[in-house]
């Protein structure tokens, strides 16, 4: 059973790096994939998710690399949340949106949002397409990567 293996290694890892009293939940989804609860202390979290999500995007590209693959050798989705990280991060990314649109509703132009990663930009975009309150404003990326913004502007 995948769920295990996946449990025991992210224990183990969390072991190596000094860190007690971990919590760690493997849930599969209906699609196959495979979504992994961390709870940590506070301190421990700083650490593990570390600058913009960067340490959590990491670990869970390993884990992904490691049991990314379901039984039939087809790629399987594999997220990981530590301290519920992704639901508050999402939440700042809708208050930002929220802030866009206010700005360019009111006083036109364009709002520039910098560092965010291309999951992050989907759910801006999404926001800003799926939003009622925001039908007159488009969202869209451009330049390259590491310096790519995210632009909020009304549509054309």
Known sequence: MK???VQSW???ILDSMLIEGAGVEVIPDEGGGLFV???VDEESS??????????????QRLIRIIFGRNEEGEDR?????????RASREEKLRQTVARAADR????????QIRGLSS???FIVHEE?????????LTSYSQGEEPNRVLVVAFKE
Do not use: F
């Open 37 to 39: 609860d961390v709870q």
């Open 119 to 121: 999951a992050e930009r």
């Open 46 to 59: 700083g650490m593990l998710i570390g600058y913009r999500g960067e340490g959590l995007v990491a670990l």
């Open 128 to 136: 800003v397409s799926s939003n009622p309150e925001y039908v007159e």
């Open 10 to 12: 992210v224990e183990k």
């Open 77 to 85: 989705r594999v997220l990981l949340n530590i301290n519920d990280y």
């Open 104 to 111: 360019v509703l009111s006083q036109g132009g364009i709002y």
């Open 3 to 5: 769920e295990k293996e």
